[in-house]
């Protein structure tokens, strides 16, 4: 009978080791008994970027990249994004189940009472300069909010965890949409108990005087968005606010450390890179020549919105955002860009070098377009990206906090650099001194 042990054999020793496979994995403290003497650390596992290292066990989201599927807690994504609403699915990935009608009435109602932000929150935007980026204001403001609520140190008291995450998930959009106020040089709209969470956010965005309601279609579009976004399993972000959180500190400083991740070009930056692309394309005429740069290596050209580190066929969200860009776009008018991005999608997936290397569109591909089309500025994109991942950040912290195996965070390192040497005295010194 096969047994679930890895049989390792040290060809420097000649000593042989087993060591147990558990879900698909060795635990690499295991490679630790693997020495050639006693003064040996022992053998470490090197994996730069985490390419095949996991850090956690989580029950939060199943992603099966060369399938193209992405589960909320068991559920598909396509269903969710069909069926559900952006509230309902975060209950659902912070409580494990999905909302019974009342559940998701008290915990709607919960949310939307606590989005007004402190009085002196503003006072402290109001610091940033009228330019300032609003991730960095995002980012500093969540920050800014432990010292708001002191007792959200309390990370072991379940009650103090569920006031803190309602908070963020609460204030993250009124946050959100002050810092694109400030930096638009316009008056705070405050949050209204009467709408929805999407569409307060879109109204404390875009309001200027008179009458504001927000167009249906817009709202239920905004919605799927975020439920897309709302986790996406051991990503960069994530795996920031989990390395910052088992430091024990509070929820606000670890969500910010999420924040800080995000905003990099490479991770929430991705959909304005795709839209700079599409741009200096200028149109469809241009895109074989596009292409065979792309293919040729020449210069900087690459094919953004496509390829994805989890996912080697396409990603089941873009296939949900390519059909809420056409209903958004009945609303808002098309894209001029879209005609460039429907063409270059298709001669990507009928080309064989696109195809060899698994290279589909991902969920960076259609966002920005519609982002665009409903009038966000792309300073903005990674900040709508940040909103609804907050859900994803709470739920992937609590199960962090809860989890008896986490310790605090402490990679090992390869040390590369000079052996021990002794000081020289400053006038003894020589340019260049080994």
């Known amino acids: 009978m096969p047994k679930d042990t890895l049989t390792i054999t040290d060809n420097r020793t000649g000593k042989t080791y087993e060591v147990p496979i558990e879900n698909g994995c060795i635990r690499t403290p295991d490679l630790r008994q ?30 099966d990249g060369d399938k193209g599927i992405l589960e909320y807690r068991g559920y598909p994504i396509e269903q969710l994004a069909e069926k559900s609403n952006f509230l309902e699915v975060a ?81 993250m959009p009124t946050i959100a949409a002050f810092s694109y106020r400030h930096t638009m040089g316009l008056p705070y709209v405050y949050p209204s108990n009467e709408l929805s969470y999407v569409a307060n956010f879109l109204t404390m965005m875009k309001h200027i005087g008179g009458a504001y309601k927000v167009h249906p279609v817009l709202e239920k579009a905004l919605d799927v968005l975020f439920i897309l976004h709302a986790d996406h399993e051991q990503n960069c972000s994530t795996t920031s606010v989990r390395t910052v959180g088992s430091s024990q500190v509070d929820p606000y400083s670890a969500v910010a450390a999420g924040v800080g991740a995000l905003y990099g070009p490479l991770h929430g930056g991705a959909n304005e890179a795709v839209l700079r692309m599409l741009r200096d394309i200028g149109h469809v005429s241009k895109i074989p020549e596009f292409i065979k740069q ?32 056409d209903e958004v776009f009945e609303v808002t008018g098309k894209n001029p860009l879209l005609d460039i991005a429907l063409e270059l999608e298709r001669i990507a997936l009928e080309d064989e ?49 809860t989890d008896n195996e986490q310790k605090i965070a402490r990679p090992r390192q390869i040390y590369t650099g000079a052996t021990r040497r002794d000081y020289v005295a400053r006038e003894k010194r020589t340019g260049g001194q080994k």
């Open 34 to 63: 693997i020495k050639t003497g006693s003064d040996d650390f022992g053998l470490m596992g090197y994996d730069p970027a985490f390419l095949n290292t996991a850090n956690c066990k989580s029950a939060i989201t199943f992603i």
């Open 91 to 171: 209950y659902l990935l912070l409580k494990g189940e999905l909302p019974t009608e009342k559940e998701l009435e008290v915990f709607t109602n919960l949310v939307t009472h606590h989005t007004y932000v402190h009085e002196n929150v503003k006072s402290f935007m109001d610091g940033f300069r009228y330019d300032a980026h609003p991730m960095s204001m995002l980012g500093s403001t969540v920050a800014a909010l432990s010292g708001f609520y002191p007792d959200a140190k309390n990370i072991r008291d379940e009650r103090s965890r569920e006031i803190q995450i309602t908070r963020l998930i609460a204030k």
């Open 353 to 401: 070098y696109f195809v060899k290397r698994k290279l589909y569109p991902n969920v960076d591909f259609y966002s920005g377009l519609i982002y665009e089309a409903m009038g966000f500025q792309a300073e903005m994109f990674p900040v709508l990206f940040a909103i609804p991942r907050t859900v994803g950040w709470c739920a992937q912290w609590e199960e962090m906090v």
């Open 294 to 325: 792309v293919k040729g290596g020449e210069g900087e050209k690459k094919l953004m919105g496509f390829g994805h580190r989890v996912y080697k066929s396409y990603d089941p969200r873009a296939k949900v955002i390519k059909r809420v860009a």
